[in-house]
Structures are given as structure tokens and as C-alpha cells.
């Protein structure tokens, strides 16, 4: 079952297709050990494919001060190369990239170092206009180890990328909006109502249909336009393989909302 013996996460899953998983140690602003990572890395996994029921993912964090601040600083200070080297550190993360479903962070606080790469993660960045995002890893005589480097380089650019990773500074929701690392600000009381509004509305499609059209975006961060605009071609083509486009567009030509039946 899903919720098995987690101890620093809560999951839930409602009848209308979206799950929330919520980072819950808001005693450490929600910093991300190991035991976190295992668990929501863990938990993603079994709701991507032994649960048909969640077809969204959202993830936040416990309380009102943060998502993540960041990976537990404690956890790694004494940390030698060897050990980070051996264990590959923080590589576990890594695993979410196979989940299908659309992930949606909904940032409720301070995402910092590791909180701002989990939530460059996901698939969708929804921001409370208290949020605070920042890479201040080099403050601690580290650089950005769960991605940073390169998905904040995607998501915003060379510049803006070099400049928040060298000095370590933060920025408001609103920067976040303006610079396109997250694609809306609201009202911190109206974050989940409004991540579930958009969950819902994605849930209502045809699951293999999201979840290709999900891929290809991903290609377009991973690959070169001609590879990409091949993978796109490819995945378009296949979805007419699917009952569902058969159903969408009739029920398009006869005026009626679609039935998806997701195969
Ligand atoms: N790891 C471990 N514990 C953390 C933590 C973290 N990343 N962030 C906060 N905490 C703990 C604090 O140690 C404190 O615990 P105690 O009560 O036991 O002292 C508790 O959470 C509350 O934090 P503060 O008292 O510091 O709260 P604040 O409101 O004064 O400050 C903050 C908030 C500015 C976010 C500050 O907590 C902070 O700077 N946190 C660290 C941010 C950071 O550097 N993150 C990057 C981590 S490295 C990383 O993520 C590597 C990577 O790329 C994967």
C-alpha cells in the first residue's frame, strides 16, 4: 500500500485523480535527508505505476515557512569525498526522472539549494507569492549536487543561472514568475486549491496522452531541436494509435465532452 511506514512524508490520494505528497519535517524547514529522498523517491515510483488511480502528483511542503530549505546540511557535514563519492550522494533524486505522471510542485515557502532543484524537478512550478528560491550552496562551500547547475540554467538562462549560483542570493516569487522559473505566483492561502485546480484539469485527459506529451517536453530540455521535432513526430503519430483520440476528436466533431478510457 502506499502510505506504508513513511515517517517524513504524507501522501494522500483523492477520487478526483490527484495525490499530495507532502515533505512533512517543518521542524527543519522541511530539509531534505536521506530518509526523504528514499521516501518521496519511493513514494513517486508506486503512484507512477502501481496506482491507476493517482494521475498527477503534487508536491509541497508541510507548514508555512517552506517547500525545502534545502538538502540536510547536518546530515552531510561530515561527509567525506570517499563517502559522498561511494554512496553517490544525492543521486537518488535522479530516479524521478522516470515518473510519467505530471509532477506539480507547489512551492509554499523557501525552496533553497536542494528545494529549489527538487521543484526545477518537476514538471510544473506553482508559486505562493511568499516563496523564496535561491542556490546558496556556494555560501556553504558547495555548488548546486541535484541539478541546479543545469535546470536552472534551462529554465532562466545563462546569466541569471550564474548569478544566483555564484552569490548564493534569493529572490522573490514574483523574480521567479518574471525570469520563467516558475509559471505563477498566488496567494499563499490559495496555493494547493489552485495546484489542485490545474492537477484536476490534467487529470481529466487521457493518461497515455499526458504522459507523452510530457516526454516530448522533457526532450526539448535533453535534446537538439532535430532530435526533439523527431521524438514529437513520432509520439504524435502513436497517439493515433489510441482509442482515446479516436474518442476525443469524435466527441469534438459531435459537440459532447470526451470519455477517455486511457488506452
Ligand atoms: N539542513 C538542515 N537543517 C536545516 C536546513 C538545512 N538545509 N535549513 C534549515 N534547517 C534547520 C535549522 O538548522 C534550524 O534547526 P534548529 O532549530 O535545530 O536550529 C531549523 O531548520 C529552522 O531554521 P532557522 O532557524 O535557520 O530558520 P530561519 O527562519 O532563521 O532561516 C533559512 C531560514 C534562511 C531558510 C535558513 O534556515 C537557511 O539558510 N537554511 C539553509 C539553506 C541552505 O543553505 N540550503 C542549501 C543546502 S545544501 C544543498 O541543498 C546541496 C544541494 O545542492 C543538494
Known sequence: SLQQSFTSIETEVGDDGVAVLTIDRPQALNALNSKVMQEVVSACLFLDRNHPAARVIIITGAGDKAFAAGADIKEMAAVSYAEAYNTSLLN???????????LIAAVNG?????????????????????????????SLGVIPGMGGTQ????????????????????????????????????????LMDEARKVAKRIAEHSTPVVAKAKECVLVAQEQGLNEGLRFEKREFWSCFALDDQKEGMAAFVQKRKPDFKNK
Not at 528545494?115 to 542556490?135: N, P, T, V
Not at 538562462?157 to 514574483?174: D, H
Open 110 to 138: 523557501y525552496a533553497l539549494g536542494g528545494g529549489c532543484e527538487l521543484a526545477m524537478m518537476c514538471d510544473i512550478l506553482l508559486a505562493s507569492d511568499k516563496a523564496q528560491f535561491g542556490q546558496p550552496e556556494i
Open 151 to 190: 535546470r536552472l540554467t534551462r529554465a532562466v538562462g545563462k546569466s541569471r543561472a550564474m548569478e544566483m549560483i555564484l552569490t548564493g542570493a534569493r529572490i522573490s516569487a514574483q523574480e521567479a514568475v518574471k525570469i520563467g522559473l516558475a509559471s505563477r505566483a498566488v496567494p499563499a492561502a490559495e
Open 92 to 102: 537518488g533524486w535522479e530516479t524521478l526522472r522516470s515518473v510519467r505522471k505530471p
